[in-house]
Nanobody
Framework: QVQLVESGGGLVQAGGSLRLSCAASGRTFRSVAVGWFRQAPGKEREFVAAISWTGGNTYYADSVKGRFTISRDNAKNTVYLQMNSLKPEDTAVYYC???????????????WGQGTQVTVSS
């Protein structure tokens, strides 16, 4: 069993930065891939980024490539999403999820956090 808690969301101006954290409980967290997804009002949930259990492989949606960086610290049971050069279209609730069969398909993740709101003002 893995429990996930996101933090670090907030209100930021366009061009600014935020770092989201996903803190996990459960020893198995260190052996599973983790992903970040987001959902804006009236839109479907979309894949943002994912990282393998070792941290050696990372994957990004085209819309955030070059601006967002996913990383993990397994000693702290935490995954991070560093978001730079934020745009108003990045506004959404951001969720972390763990243990996927397909890193980009949210339906295949076994565990989800409750989400954290990110709002980017223009």
């Amino acid at each position: 069993q893995v429990q996930l808690v996101e933090s670090g969301g907030g209100l930021v101006q366009a061009g600014g930065s935020l770092r989201l954290s996903c803190a996990a409980s459960g020893r198995t967290f260190r052996s599973v891939a983790v992903g970040w997804f987001r959902q804006a009002p009236g839109k479907e949930r979309e894949f943002v980024a994912a990282i393998s259990w070792t941290g050696g492989n990372t994957y990004y949606a085209d819309s955030v490539k070059g601006r967002f960086t996913i990383s993990r610290d397994n000693a702290k049971n935490t995954v991070y999403l560093q978001m730079n050069s934020l745009k108003p279209e990045d506004t959404a609730v951001y969720y972390c999820a763990a243990d996927p069969r397909d890193y980009s398909d949210g339906r295949t993740y076994g565990f989800w956090g409750q989400g954290t709101q990110v709002t980017v003002s223009s």
